[in-house]
């Protein structure tokens, strides 16, 4: 079946230290793949997709790549700040498939 | 413009009762999917509504169940109450409820149930 396996948290850093939230999944088909992110008091929102094998996402300074091959979409971002602390979602949407498979989360603590 | 907006924030009730929770979506938006998150794991996909008619139903036994109405809102309901149903409940919505395309999620309706 779908499925979707991301690092267990809580993930504590310092500010401006890199970050990785690994992410792997299991799909039938070729699914759309998702970070989500959830700020203390806010809704999901939506942080970068990709569509496609070696796609890359980006958005506010954060990237995630499509990988086939080893079937990951690590979060990556250069430089940390306190206002990254929140819980990132990884998620896929299979192929000609409505709904949305989430990960756990992982929680993200940024120390100023 | 209003984002998702879902009512009540929070609700409480008692095991064997029912419970309806709303959801109005983005204006525009003719999709509606609603989520169960219980507390430290990810949302969990429980139906998917587009222009009225049920997409797609999650994992979920018979006594949950939805509708979407001419305007596009949206009402879940659960009957005869679990403990375990205690969770965040989340609406989402989209344009046409396609694969790839961005969610827009509501801040939820937490239900305890005791």
């Known amino acids: 079946g779908n499925s979707v396996t991301q690092m267990e948290g809580p993930v504590t850093l310092s500010e401006e230290a890199f970050l990785t939230i690994n992410c792997t999944y299991t799909?039938?088909?070729?699914?759309?793949l998702f970070w989500y992110v959830q700020y203390p008091g806010e809704g999901l929102q939506l942080l970068l997709k990709?569509?496609?094998?070696?796609d890359k996402g980006s958005n506010k300074g954060f990237e995630a790549t499509y990988r086939k091959e080893t079937t990951s979409f690590h979060l990556e971002k250069g430089s940390v700040q306190v206002s990254d602390s929140a819980v990132y979602f990884c998620?896929?949407?299979?192929?000609?498939?409505?709904?949305?498979?989430f990960g756990k989360g992982t929680r993200l603590h940024i120390l100023p | 413009d209003a984002g998702v907006t879902q009512s009540p924030t929070h609700l409480i009730k008692t095991r064997g009762q029912q419970v309806t929770l709303r959801c109005s979506p983005i204006?525009?938006?003719?999709?509606v999917s609603w989520y169960q998150q219980v507390l430290g794991q990810g949302p969990q996909f429980i139906f998917q509504?587009?222009?009225?008619?049920?997409?797609g139903r999650g994992n979920f036994p018979d006594r949950f169940s939805a509708r979407q109405f001419p305007n596009y809102s949206s009402e879940l309901n659960v009957n005869a109450l679990l403990l375990g149903d205690s969770a965040l409940y989340l609406c989402?919505?989209?344009?046409?409820?396609?694969?790839?395309?961005?969610?827009?999620f509501g801040s939820g309706t937490q239900l305890s149930v005791l």
């Open positions: 989402a919505s989209s344009l046409v409820g396609a694969s790839d395309e961005k969610l827009f």
């Open positions: 799909a039938t088909g070729y699914p759309s």
């Open positions: 990709a569509t496609k094998a070696d």
């Open positions: 998620a896929l949407s299979p192929n000609r498939d409505d709904k949305i498979i």
């Open positions: 204006s525009g938006h003719k999709s």
């Open positions: 509504y587009y222009e009225k008619e049920e997409r």
